[in-house]
């Protein structure tokens, strides 16, 4: 560009020849200005033709790289390439080692226009990342020609030789000078900005072209552009990005580029006509810039304002491999900052932290955390700094999120804080296996208002639909839980949900579900620029069911490790103390767990698992001493985790336990519903038990053959088959015929019928009863022939022959002995009761000839219909019981000697009254323990 009015033609001659040789020595020293550190850290930069280093024009001149732009190669500023998102992992990996210098910045038109259109931050980043392009730069695509490119160049060029580096300005006060008029438009430009009014573009392209002889652009230039003023009094440097889909610009100013009038500094650029642009100012005294974004359609000035000033205090731990970064700018030079005051201006800010590592292609980073501080201005003044405090350092970290029960939990005795406090134990428990220390979420206050937010936005049931299909990122799904969650360094959540099915024929059901939020992978992940978030890709869900609520216990525990991939064998026997009549309940469930060879990186939902195996499992008697639980016993059951010291013991004790008697085992796939499993990996098993003699006996699971832990013990338990301290029991016993042999002469014939009921207590041997009984029994008497004479003198002889019939009626009781087998494997015992009882009898001889009074054995009640008698009867019952759960059915044979008092007096035995009598017959019981 040249200036006709002011050179002569000797000039003019002289100012041509410089300006084509001056521009060639610039660009060669720029050249190796650049390249020269490239050499260094990596191979330089490949240059094409649709870059261009500085403006085009015989007369452009460009100042040198800005001295405050960051040094190249600086690998903790250049790490904001990988926090940029919207870029997929390759064009992150692109621009940072373009920033690096270690790969070429070929093809950077589409991605410098990907980055321009973002709407903060972000675009404004292209500052540090093509650093080493500047201070001015201008591309193209390979299909495209420059287009405005070069008018851009020409006119940004004209404003810096004549404006900037002449300083012309100064002597444009007089109304005859060529720029008067500009210089008019800019004084009326700070009157507005003094008086807060909005000012008129002083660079305005309708005041511009061949008509305007200060700058001297050209009519086709301004038609393509339009001017941006920037007031700059307060900025120490600034970056300006525009681009459209097959241009970009991208330029670099310091303070020496400025226009300085009267006191005061502006900056002045051109930029593509409905292009974005963004702005980057390093402010006075501020560590982070300011950032303007628009997309520019007529001639505008910028930032008419004193920047609204603020502060950030950030308190943070990291570990050295993880770089945080606000607004992409490098905040954290060490594992820990205490009260680190940033300044900033108004505006929303975006944390992140960056962690890096080693690969096969290099260096590679991720996002490990994310989080936008909305707009919000507070004075620093007053200490009212926005606050933000992070501990990422801990890594593997886990917190229970909360426990619910359902409404059709309402009367069961299972609480949501048994929920929460076996959750805790169980995760605490688990800390040397699944590698998470586990972290108090209650214990941060920050989440109490949070919980509920998230857990009910984790409820699938809730009707709502949640991840990519929304269109949400899932950041802002999970809620602020999941955020401050991982801000505190918690990269796992775990919540449990309880629900009661009521079942009219049996027990109710509970079904206890548990979930694992891998916040870890929701922040970590690479997401493309319209990506969203499908939650089960981050959410492993597993399901538990029982029937007892002594279990909860023990079924938080098998979700835990199967949310976690531990695999495991553990006992599911529902009581620990079970009667040797009932069969042992024992089951005891498989999981497979995640393999080892599992990558990390699989997201949770995706890592194999195994199958689960058939385990091996033991029995031997630990204890005789009846009613004494070993102290071993007592700890498997009041401590839910086994392992550790705990499992050695049980080892030992098991060894040295005696092998007699010895118990059998085997296994069969449970047929409960309760136990059934779609996946192999999970398998419950019912152990076969049998037992000779109710003993206390220590269960052991281990790992089978082919098993990496093969011969190891993994679980163990103790059952206790106990006799019951007391029976109640009741029979009925009948004979008759040759089943009664009778002490009366003439061998009457009769008919025996009883029934008893009783309670035995087994103390203190168990094998050997004592108790009570009572019950009634019925005797018929008949003689068919009558009564010999001579049996009573004094009757007359008439109706001796006919039959005689009489009826007891008695009330019997006294004590029991009972003794009996214990066979808990065989579903059959023997029994033997003797029972001594009293007898107290009515009997009925309203059918025998009064006139027997010898017979009768009364002389006083002459005429009596009814006599009383006591006696002493003698039983012993010997028969065979079969075992039904509780209740056992015995079948005996009956033998007894009725009247035995009256037996042992001979001289009584002719009397009605003498019940001597030998019983044989069948007797049907039924006992029982409540």
């Known amino acids: 560009m040249q200036d006709v009015t002011y050179m002569d033609p000797v000039a003019r001659c002289c100012h041509q020849i410089l300006s084509r040789i001056v521009p060639s020595i610039i660009f060669i020293l720029s050249w190796l200005i650049t390249t020269a550190p490239l050499e260094a850290s990596g191979p330089a930069p490949e240059a094409n033709g649709a870059l261009s280093r500085q403006p085009e024009g015989p007369d452009a001149s460009l100042p040198s790289a800005p001295e405050n732009r960051l040094s190249p190669g600086s690998q903790k500023t250049c790490l904001v390439a990988w926090s940029l998102s919207g870029l997929t992992i390759e064009q992150r990996r692109q621009l940072y080692q373009a920033c690096m210098g270690t790969a070429p910045t070929t093809n950077l038109q589409p991605l410098i226009f990907r980055l321009v259109s973002f709407p903060d931050w972000r675009a404004s980043t292209l500052a540090i990342l093509l650093h080493r392009l500047g201070p001015s730069v201008s591309l193209h695509a390979d299909n495209a020609t420059p287009d405005m490119l070069p008018a851009i160049d020409r006119i940004e060029g004209a404003i810096q030789k004549q404006l900037v580096n002449q300083k012309m300005l100064a002597a444009a006060q007089a109304e005859t000078h060529p720029c008067h008029n500009l210089y008019a438009n800019i004084k009326d430009y700070f009157l507005d900005l003094s008086e807060g009014s909005l000012p008129a573009p002083p660079f305005a392209s309708y005041s511009l072209g061949n008509s305007d002889r200060c700058l001297g652009v050209s009519n086709a230039d301004v038609s393509q552009v339009h001017l941006l003023t920037i007031r700059a009094d307060d900025l120490d440097a600034l970056f300006v990005s525009a681009g459209t889909t097959t241009h970009a610009h991208l330029r670099w100013l310091e303070r020496r580029d400025f226009i300085e009038f009267e006191g005061h500094r502006l900056a002045v650029v051109a930029v593509p006509r409905g292009s974005p642009v963004t702005l980057r100012g390093q402010v006075k005294n501020q560590e982070l810039p300011a950032v303007w974004h628009g997309i520019v359609t007529s001639d505008l000035t910028i930032w008419n304002k004193p920047f609204s000033l603020g502060c950030i205090n950030i308190s943070a731990r990291v570990d050295d491999k993880t770089t945080l970064l606000l607004d992409g700018h490098p905040i954290a030079s060490e594992t820990s900052i205490s009260q680190r005051i940033v300044n900033v201006t108004q505006g929303d800010h975006e944390l992140v932290a960056v962690e890096c590592f080693d690969t096969a292609e290099g260096k590679t980073c991720r996002v490990r955390y994310r989080e936008v501080a909305q707009q919000s201005v507070r004075t620093t003044t007053r200490n009212l700094c926005e606050d933000l405090r992070l501990d990422l350092k801990q890594q593997d970290t886990v917190s229970l999120l909360g426990a619910t029960t359902r409404d059709s939990c309402e009367g069961s005795t299972i609480w949501p804080e048994d929920l929460e406090e076996g959750a805790v134990r169980a995760l605490r428990q688990r800390e040397s296996l699944t590698g998470r220390e586990f972290k108090d979420l209650a214990a941060y206050a920050t989440l109490t208002g949070a919980l509920g937010t998230l857990k009910q936005q984790l409820n699938p049931e809730d009707g709502k639909t949640a991840g990519a299909r929304t269109g949400a990122d899932g950041m802002d799904l999970l809620g602020t839980a999941a955020k401050e969650a991982w801000r505190q360094g918690i990269d796992s959540l775990v919540s449990l949900d309880l629900r009661c099915i009521s079942n009219q024929n049996g027990p109710t059901q509970y079904s206890l579900a548990a979930k694992l939020v891998s916040v870890r992978e929701v922040f970590q992940r690479q997401r493309g620029d319209v990506e969203g978030l499908n939650l089960d890709q981050f959410i492993r869900q597993v399901t538990v069911s029982f029937d007892d609520p002594a279990l909860v216990g023990q079924s938080i525990d098998r979700v835990v490790d199967r949310l976690f991939g531990l695999g495991h064998l553990r006992f599911l026997n529902n009581s620990r103390r079970i009667s040797y009549r009932n069969p042992m309940d024992i089951r005891i469930a498989s999981y497979g767990g995640i393999s080892k060879d ?305 037996w042992a007096a001979g001289e009584e035995r002719t009397i009605v009254t003498n019940g001597a009598n030998y019983f044989i017959g069948f007797n049907l019981g039924i006992g029982g323990v409540l």
């Open 598 to 902: 599992a990558k990390r990186s699989e997201k949770t939902h995706t890592r194999p698992e195994l199958d689960a195996v058939e385990p091996i499992v033991e029995a031997r008697r630990i204890s005789t001493a009846r009613g004494a639980t070993p102290r071993l016993c007592r700890e498997l059951e009041t401590t839910e985790y086994f392992g550790g010291d705990l499992a050695k013991r049980v080892d030992t004790a098991f060894r040295r336990a005696p092998r007699l008697p010895r118990v059998k085992i085997s296994l069969d796939p449970s047929e409960r519903p309760l136990d059934f499993s779609n996946t192999t990996s999970v398998k419950v098993y019912r152990v076969n038990v049998r037992a000779r003699r109710p003993l206390t006996y220590l269960f052991v699971a281990r790992w089978p053959k082919g098993h990496p832990k093969a011969g190891q013990l993994a679980d163990a338990t103790c059952s206790e088959l106990y006799v019951p301290d007391n029976e109640f029991w009741a029979d009925i016993g009948a004979t008759g015929g040759v089943g009664i042999v009778s002490q009366l002469p003439g061998s009457p014939q009769g008919l025996y019928l009883r029934a008893r009921f009783g309670q035995t207590y087994y103390r203190p041997l168990p094998f050997l009863g004592f108790g009570w009984m009572g019950g009634y029994a019925f005797h018929r008497s008949t003689l068919a022939d009558g009564l010999p004479s001579w049996v009573d003198v004094g009757a007359p002889p008439e109706g001796s022959t006919d039959p005689l019939v009489w009826n007891r009626h008695s009330l019997i009781a006294g004590p029991s002995v009972e003794a009996r087998s214990r066979w808990p494997s065989v579903p059959v015992e023997l029994r033997a009761r003797f029972t001594p009882a009293l007898n107290v009898g009515l009997l009925d001889v309203s059918k025998i000839n009064p006139s027997y009074r010898n017979f009768l054995g009364t002389t006083n009640d002459e005429g009596a219909s009814v006599l009383t008698d006591i006696g002493f009867d003698l039983f012993l019952d010997l028969g065979i019981g079969i075992r039904l759960k509780r209740v056992s059915i015995l079948s005996s044979l009956m033998m007894g000697i009725g009247s035995v008092d009256d």
